[in-house]
């Protein structure tokens, strides 16, 4: 693989759109979204035909706790999102990344990171954002463009080899 890097400065937009990106890659997040979709257009039909004898069921219930929930997951998601954006100042400082046959460096005005393949838990490329988890929660975040493509197609190659969980989209 040829060396190659990646420069970027992470936005608050770019840093909400990966994260929704990522938390409804999730297969439960679609299936509870899914679920709670089907139950309000049920919940609509039975309301326009006058059924109210299924509101007081305990299943009732518990479909109404699980599609609120389904509806604050990505409400709060949202705060959460933003609250950490802030917090951390490292996240939209202009970052250099690295590529090579050993590892990947970050540079960044604030700090410099050398990290070993061997080092990474896995690796996903979804939606022009390769994300390297260096365990399953924490993770870098690098967007991708059309013309780090080809360096791209090296680095599938070079990945598949690897000794960890390589799920490769683009």
């Not at 693989?1 to 936005?11: K, R, Y």
């Not at 604050?72 to 951390?88: D, E, G, I, W, Y």
């Not at 960044?108 to 080092?119: F, L, M, P, R």
């Not at 993770?139 to 090296?154: F, H, R, S, W, Y």
Request: net charge positive.
């Amino acid at each position: 693989m040829d060396n190659f890097s990646v420069q970027q400065q992470l936005t608050l937009k770019e840093y909400r759109k990966v994260y929704y990106i990522l938390l409804y890659s999730k297969i439960w997040v679609i299936g509870i979204t899914v679920f709670s979709a089907l139950y309000l257009i049920a919940t609509g039909v039975l309301l326009f035909t006058k059924n109210y004898d299924i509101l007081g069921n305990d299943s009732y219930q518990y479909g109404a706790t699980l599609t609120i929930i389904t509806i604050l997951l990505p409400l709060l998601s949202l705060l959460t999102v933003s609250m950490n954006f802030k917090r951390a100042y490292r996240l939209d400082e202009p970052t250099t990344y690295e590529f090579s046959d050993e590892g990947f460096t970050s540079t960044a005005e604030s700090y410099n990171c050398k990290t070993d393949w061997k080092n990474i838990y896995k690796v996903k490329i979804i939606k022009g954002w390769l994300v390297l988890y260096h365990n399953r929660q924490a993770a870098n975040l690098v967007k991708l463009t059309p013309k780090d493509e080809e360096n791209i197609g090296a680095l599938k190659a070079f990945l598949k080899n690897g000794n960890f969980k390589a799920k490769l989209k683009w």
